[in-house]
T-cell receptor
Framework: GQQLNQSPQSMFIQEGEDVSMNCTSS?????WLWYKQDPGEGPVLLIA?????ELTSNGRLTAQFGITRKDSFLNISASIPSDVGIYFC??????????FGTGTRLQVFP | DVKVTQSSRYLVKRTGEKVFLECVQD?????MFWYRQDPGLGLRLIYF???????EKGDIPEGYSVSREKKERFSLILESASTNQTSMYLC?????????????FGSGTRLTVV
């Protein structure tokens, strides 16, 4: 089945650093979503993007819907220990199904 | 607070056992999904259901079946559990037509088959 290419696979950073991750696809999507999964929990929606070129912020998080509609980026500024977790991108077509990325595991050291 | 509830957080089963994973949502969503999560492989769709008694295979349906007798409940069945089915299982739901907010996930069931 189709999956999105998400990178990096894992990141180990120091508290206070900025983080960038991205997701690319061979398919065009109408919606891009970013989820975070805390250890031992299910994924929770962070940001949703609905238009090519759109840049959306949620606190220290900023995400962009790529202009080609085939990619998306997530940035986290000034990381803190509670940012630890797995971040997933997801693309949505006109159907009811989401296609998920392989995830970026983030570890933040004090 | 809307919820997707998975009945067990942790399960340990023996090889060959028939295993039932239960998922209940209280949002009146038409769509329900079962995913499997493995390190480095992300979320892989096992089955989804778009209405009561309706189901469709996902990307990795082999060794699994599902049941949806009521709108709020979607069950994943491992007919004869094997060690390679040791994994984290996530249930999700959404409205028909694709919610602009994507899916709502449960907290997951971590299944170990010994």
């Amino acid at each position: 089945g189709q999956q999105l290419n998400q990178s990096p696979q894992s990141m180990f950073i120091q508290e206070g650093e900025d983080v960038s991750m991205n997701c690319t696809s061979s398919s065009i999507f109408n919606t891009w979503l970013w989820y975070k999964q805390d250890p031992g929990e299910g994924p929770v929606l962070l940001i949703a993007l609905y238009k090519a070129g759109e840049l959306t912020s949620n606190g220290r998080l900023t995400a962009q819907f790529g202009i080609t509609r085939k990619d998306s980026f997530l940035n986290i500024s000034a990381s803190i220990p509670s940012d630890v977790g797995i971040y997933f991108c997801a693309g949505q077509l006109s159907t009811d199904k989401l296609i998920f990325g392989t995830g970026t595991r983030l570890q933040v050291f004090p | 607070d809307v919820k997707v509830t998975q009945s067990s957080r942790y399960l340990v089963k023996r090889t060959g056992e028939k295993v039932f994973l239960e998922c209940v949502q209280d949002m009146d969503h038409e769509n329900m999904f079962w995913y499997r999560q493995d390190p480095g492989l992300g979320l892989r769709l096992i089955y989804f259901s778009y209405d009561v008694k309706m189901k469709e295979k996902g990307d990795i349906p082999e060794g699994y079946s599902v049941s949806r007798e009521k709108k709020e409940r979607f069950s994943l069945i491992l007919e004869s559990a094997s060690t390679n089915q040791t994994s984290m299982y996530l249930c999700a739901s959404s409205i028909v037509g694709g919610s602009p907010y994507g899916y709502t996930f449960g907290s997951g069931t971590r299944l170990t088959v010994v």
